[in-house]
């Protein structure tokens, strides 16, 4: 599975961004589909996942309420929409995809396969 991400750009504080990520292959219904993000100097921290079936769906707490995290099955694509981004959001978002059990869905090391990371920049 390859994965493409695309849709980072510059945003004012308070505004959205969608990002995408299209899968490359068939992705099988157990599929972890997640976004991760990395600011500069930080670890890269888990941001959101969606079980490919879409039965599962979580997201880190500072996330909740603002992203949601969807995907079409038709295009192989998983979209990360993005709203009241705040300044501290501003990092490299990547998305990964694996055949993962739930219970890691939140640590990256377990993914085997990554998008190139796309830039989002969040201006006060």
């Known amino acids: 599975v390859q994965l493409q991400a695309s849709g980072g750009g510059l945003v004012q504080a308070g505004g959205s961004l969608r990002l995408s990520c299209e899968a490359s292959g068939r992705i099988a219904s157990n599929y972890l589909m997640a976004w991760f993000r990395q600011a500069p100097g930080k670890e890269r921290e888990f941001v959101a996942v969606?079980?490919?079936?879409?039965?599962?769906?979580d997201y880190a707490d500072s996330m909740k309420g603002r992203f949601t995290i969807s995907r079409d099955i038709a295009k192989n694509t998983v979209y990360l929409q993005m709203n009241s981004l705040e300044p501290e959001d501003t990092a490299v978002y990547y998305c990964?995809?694996?055949?993962?059990?739930?219970?890691?869905?939140?640590?990256?090391?377990?993914?085997?396969?990554w998008g190139q990371g796309t830039l989002v920049t969040v201006s006060s």
């Open positions: 969606i079980r490919w079936d879409g039965s599962h769906i």
């Open positions: 990964a995809a694996s055949p993962l059990i739930w219970g890691a869905r939140t640590r990256p090391s377990p993914y085997r396969n």
